[in-house]
């Protein structure tokens, strides 16, 4: 036990006052938007801070009737999942072969690749923005499922970094000793490597899938008509302005937010140590 | 099986040898071929473009592009010194954003972060508490935000009211006062960046032998001094990637202002990405981003390779 002067359990007691009030203001605004949910709006926006009446729960159903784009919620649901499950999948598998090639393969230039890598992740995309843009428009990839699966072929993002630790870390012997049983390059990387990279491989995608699932700039820029949750929030927000139902929105919100808390419950330590090593951008 | 490798240079074992060097060579083209060509495209060839664009504009009659000169250039120039001009309001608040991130979230995050770390009671609940907005989308915490201060339904303003102080509710709402609508975006970012850093930070601090402090506790080390002497110089790397960070906030800040204000009111919460957002986006003008990005890239990587050589004189990497 540390023995802490008086000064210092003063510091702490205002640290932790402080930490509490942060504290509040991050569960407050979800906790009013979860029991404002269950009024109807008149009786929303006659007291904005009592609890309902009556706990209807007409506008967690009614949210399956809205829509944005012609998307309704299911539609939304839909295109988040699949774009998650591909993105996150392509990407991975991308990563993954490529930072095991740099890894465990030497070839004239392999070195250039893990330096060019991180000079790479430093670069802001914001330049070039216009020219991916005639370049999605050019090639006809301009609102297509097949455009937004094509950004994730590339294999030296951060998922990249990452695994090339995981991939370096990992014994060279089992690999030679497949080789003498006669195994080939594919069956080294697929049934040994692969594998064994997996607790790694399998953390770095919660954290890429966390932000697909999140991401709303791709599909507005690129995508606009295959809405996913994301962007369909913000589609409803800006709804909402011409007829202000906002217990409906409140639903629709917290709907959209089980399926993140309910990874992040079960994930949540994985989660927060590879943030705390790799980094994910909010 | 491994005969290849004990066997004299017979011509057997040559040719085996080349076979296995041609089947090394197919798996890593087989494996890096279509990164390489997504780089390819994706990377050099748009950054390319975005270079050739700047000299270009749309022509309408032909449906194509045609080249300009600098014109791009001087339009851009042009329009940033014309009275009302949105384009040094933008400049002005990516620079507030960058200060804000590095010298208020990130000291308040160390400051918070060595609190965390220091044994603070409910710390784990207090950790998984500021880690949320990092894994909320930024539509949700934007939405929250607005409706906490909304006009209407904010909470905020019937909390003023109540306390008697409802004559300083600006007469357009928050957001759109031209005086409170960049203050309120930068409390945003406080209130929704400052938990990814705490967290990040106090991971790195648990990750400091603990003999190091143990020693320096003995010599009685008090905890301002162990902050100071210890802590800071030991998580040097992870600030200094955060400051890094903080940086490139100038030329890509655009979700928050987008999603909250869009720039408004009256283009007081541009900031140079969202310009560049909405010149490709709202107004179709892709020659206009392009040259704004170029324009960006000359300064900004003579900014960026300086703070980096500061950044690595001020924080040594410190191996433990």
Known sequence: MEKRSFHEKVWIGIVFAVFVIYSVTLIFPFVWCFYNSFKNNTEFFLDVWSLPETWRFSNWADSFLLSVNGVNILGMYGNSIFMTVCCTGISILMSAMTSYIIAKYKFPGSGIFYSAAFVLMMIPSMGSMSAMYKLYNDLGLYDTYFGILLGSFGGFGTGFVLLYGFFKNLDWGYAEAAQIDGAGHYTIFFRIMFPMALPGIVSVAILSAIGVWNDYFTIYMYAPSKVTIAVGLQGLVDQMKYSANYPLLFAVMLISLIPILTVFAIFQKTIMENTTVGGLKG | MNAHRESAPSREGRADRKKAQWKRALFIFS??????????????????????????????????????????????????????????????????????????????????????????????????????????????????????????????????????????????????????????????????????????????????????????????????????????????????????????????????????????????????????????????????????????????????????????????????
């Open chain 2, 31 to 320: 494996f890096i071929a279509i990164p390489l060509l997504h780089f390819t495209l994706f990377f050099i060839y748009t950054n390319a473009d975005t270079i050739f664009l700047s000299f270009q504009t749309f022509d309408n009659s032909t449906g194509g592009y045609k080249w300009v000169g600098f014109r791009n250039y001087t339009e851009f120039f042009t329009s940033f010194v014309q009275p009302y001009s949105i384009l040094p309001k933008a400049v002005r608040n990516s620079i507030y954003f960058f200060l804000l991130n590095d010298f208020v979230i990130l000291p308040l995050s160390f400051f918070a972060a060595f609190f965390l770390y220091k044994k603070m009671p409910l710390g784990n609940v207090f950790r998984i508490l500021f880690f949320l907005p990092s894994i909320i989308s930024v539509v949700v915490l934007t939405m929250l935000f607005s409706f906490m201060f909304d006009s209407s339904i904010g909470v905020f303003d019937s909390l003023l009211r109540s306390l008697g102080l409802g004559e300083h509710i600006p007469e357009l709402g928050w957001f759109g006062d031209r005086r409170t609508a960049m203050p309120l975006l930068l409390v945003y970012c406080i209130w929704a960046g400052i938990g990814y850093n705490v967290v990040l930070l106090s991971g790195a601090m648990s990750r400091i032998p603990q003999e190091i402090i143990e020693s320096g506790r003995l010599d009685g080390m008090s905890m301002s001094r162990e902050m100071w002497s210890i802590t800071l110089p030991l998580v040097g790397s992870t600030i200094s990637t955060l400051l890094m960070m903080g940086v490139t906030v100038i030329f890509t800040l655009f979700m928050q202002p987008m999603l909250i204000t869009n720039g408004g009111p009256s283009g007081e919460t541009y900031t140079i990405a969202l310009y560049i957002v909405n010149s490709i986006r709202s107004e179709g003008n892709l020659t206009m981003g392009a040259t704004v990005g170029i324009l960006c890239a000359l300064v900004g990587t003579p900014i960026v390779i300086l703070v980096r050589k500061i950044l690595e004189k001020t924080f040594p990497i410190y191996e433990y």
